[in-house]
């Protein structure tokens, strides 16, 4: 979606040190967040009480969330739709 309103953010829950080595080797190019990030007193996952990896969360334009749920091809399905809406393409377009 390079060139589209679309952003992918990552939250990683592996040590540091393996986190960066597969940034690097899966070539991830989003941002990418530590778990419990360094001085923070509680993890990101507690904070939005995810249960599952990966869990995905789409908002669209007001923040609202539009899906959450550990079913990537729906959050892939809800984010394109969210989207083309606003370029303006039909729903599913």
């Not at 990030?37 to 669209?60: A, F, R, Y």
């Amino acid at each position: 979606m390079k060139g589209r309103p679309f952003a992918l953010i990552g939250v990683n829950s592996d040590e540091l040190g393996r986190a960066r080595a597969a940034v690097k080797e899966n070539q991830l190019n989003w941002r990418n967040f530590q778990d419990q990030p360094q001085g923070s007193p509680t993890k990101i996952s507690e904070d939005w009480l995810l249960n599952g990896w990966p869990t995905i969360v789409v908002l669209d334009e007001a923040m609202r969330v539009r899906y959450r749920g550990l079913d990537c091809h729906e959050g892939t399905r809800v984010a394109r739709e969210l989207v083309a809406a606003m370029d303006g393409e039909p729903v599913g377009g």
